[in-house]
């Protein structure tokens, strides 16, 4: 999937929602790459334990640059069933492929009328051009 | 942050920053590049090669006079009286307590008709302070009387200053400038010409200081042409692998080399002897404000330390976490980033004495999860004088 096809939270967040053989729906969530180049010089990861129950806006995680740390939120409701945890050593591969090999975590989406909250790509672009204004 | 009272100060090369991808961001009231590409990049090429930096935000005061040397003398923990021509100093300006209210460079030169005068560079977040405190100490009936004027003046918005810092930068600058750099000390300075069309027969001060640990020297020059200097810089230095440098790189810089930053190791709260600057402190034969309360804090047992910190995890500890031993807290954390030398976390912090040995093992709150780490010597870095460039 393009960039163009994925959601995205407030928070940065990027969500792909996949039906998987059960009929369950997935969320594959990682950080966009507007998000990465802010951050720049990524020195660490903290990912969660699979089987965590996480609710939506809740920290699953940080990212920490050598400028800042910031927490990864969950976007949705459920439960985390997968997790990326090779890519906690290689940071490289998740700024130079963020929205395939960067993906942090997958979640078994426990309520589906959370994702009616998340950004599509046209309205979390325009939510970044507005924090490049204001930054200057 | 972009929301603040005041807009934030331009320094010469705003212009040029924003034209070349330096991400802006307010620092003590001034409108800096972070970074241009990369913190861990800009910082290792300038341990590796050269890197270049506007520090034009630091504050600049300009003495003179027959009465300046006395003056500073009065103001400054270091001795000023005996300071030759091209000699440069760093020392501390401390308040009636003996707290820090600023650490600075006081350089001695000469202008063009062999007349002294006095350069003192003082941090860009404290700049207005000192202005204050020098106008509240200056004697003013003294510094009218023939023989023992003092005039004074501050030319921050006047001059830009660059630092050029890295084992290349001799090779970057003597075709520049006119004084012999490979033969300069280090702290000595010179008023020099520049020797180039885009200085407009303008000169400046170069002095071989910088705040990296790594052998470099700052560039002080006219507004009017910096930016025009800047521009000669990098063209000169493309061949030599040059790059310019953000305040991101500063700081990673600075840490690495164990060196203090106000408001991080510095401040009104804490003094000389915690810092580990009392070596910047001539207490005996020279007065000061805070000299006397300097002279009984000597004497008392220290409430607290200045130590490097090595953590053992990889997340860093940053300013204001939480040090540990056991179940008491025992300091705080100054400082701390990630160090692209040593490819790990390192900080700078405050502990109680009895936990300040090298090899002391502490925790550190690392946003709410106590992370392992162990008291080690400074500087984190050190740089080999012998295998420096010719």
């Known amino acids: 999937m393009t960039p163009e096809q994925l959601l995205y939270a407030k928070t940065h967040e990027w969500v792909r929602v996949e039906t998987d053989p059960g009929g369950a729906k997935i969320a594959t969530v990682g950080l966009s790459a507007f998000a990465l180049e802010a951050l720049t010089d990524l020195v660490f990861i903290e990912l969660p334990e699979v089987g965590r129950e996480v609710s939506a806006g809740e920290s699953f995680g940080e990212i920490e640059s050598v400028k800042a740390v910031s927490d990864l939120y969950s976007p949705v409701d459920g439960q985390i069933v997968e997790v990326n945890a090779p890519i906690v050593d290689k940071l490289d591969a998740l700024s130079d492929d963020p929205y395939e090999a960067g993906w942090f975590v997958r979640i078994k989406i426990a309520d589906e009328a959370g994702l009616a909250e998340l950004l599509d790509f046209a309205a979390y672009q325009k939510q970044c051009e507005e924090e490049m204004t204001n930054d200057e | ?244 440098t953000g305040i991101g790189a500063r700081d990673t810089l600075r840490l690495e080399a164990g060196m203090p930053l106000y408001s991080h190791e510095l401040s009104e709260r804490i003094n000389p002897f915690e810092a580990g600057l009392e070596s910047t402190c001539y207490l005996r034969g020279y007065d000061f404000p805070g000299r006397d309360a300097l002279l009984g804090i000597e004497k008392a047992p220290r409430q607290k330390v200045r130590v490097g910190l090595q953590p053992l995890g990889r997340r860093i500890a940053r300013q204001g976490y939480p040090i540990f031993a056991g179940s008491q807290q025992v300091g705080e954390v100054t400082s701390g980033t990630f160090s692209p030398t040593l490819s790990r976390p390192i900080a700078m912090g405050y502990v109680r004495p009895q936990f300040a040995a090298v090899g002391t093992e502490v925790q550190i709150d690392v946003r709410g999860r106590r992370e392992e780490a162990r008291v080690v010597k400074l500087p984190f870095y050190h740089r080999n004088k012998k295998g420096s460039q010719k």
Do not use: C
């Open chain 2, 1 to 244: 942050m972009a929301s603040s009272d005041s807009p934030a100060l331009r320094t010469p090369l705003f212009g040029w920053h924003v034209a070349h991808g330096g991400r802006m961001v307010e620092f003590a009231g001034w409108s800096m590049p972070v970074m241009y590409t990369s913190i861990i990049e800009e910082h290792t090429i300038t341990r590796s090669a050269v890197g270049i930096a506007d520090i034009s935000h630091m504050g600049r005061l300009r003495f003179e006079g027959p009465g300046a040397a006395v003056f500073l003398a009065e103001l400054l923990t270091r001795r000023v009286a005996d300071m030759a021509e091209g000699q440069v100093r760093y020392s501390l300006v401390t308040n009636d307590r003996g707290g820090i209210l600023d650490d600075v460079l006081v350089g001695r030169y000469h202008n063009d008709y062999g007349q002294p005068y006095y350069v003192l560079v003082v941090n860009a977040a404290n700049r207005a302070k000192i202005v204050k405190w020098i106008d509240a100490h200056l004697p003013r009936e003294r510094a009218e009387r023939p023989g023992e004027e003092i005039i004074w003046t501050d030319v921050t918005r006047l001059w830009a200053m660059l630092a050029v810092q890295g084992p290349r930068s001799v090779e970057l600058l003597q075709p520049l400038v006119t004084a012999d750099l490979r033969t300069m000390r280090y702290y000595r300075g010179a008023q020099v010409r520049i020797l180039h069309p885009a200085a407009r027969r303008q000169g400046g001060i170069i002095s071989r200081t910088g705040y990296t640990g790594e052998d470099g020297f700052e560039l002080s020059v006219g507004a009017t042409i910096a930016e025009g200097v800047w521009e000669a810089l990098m063209e000169l230095g493309r061949p030599l692998g040059l790059v310019p």
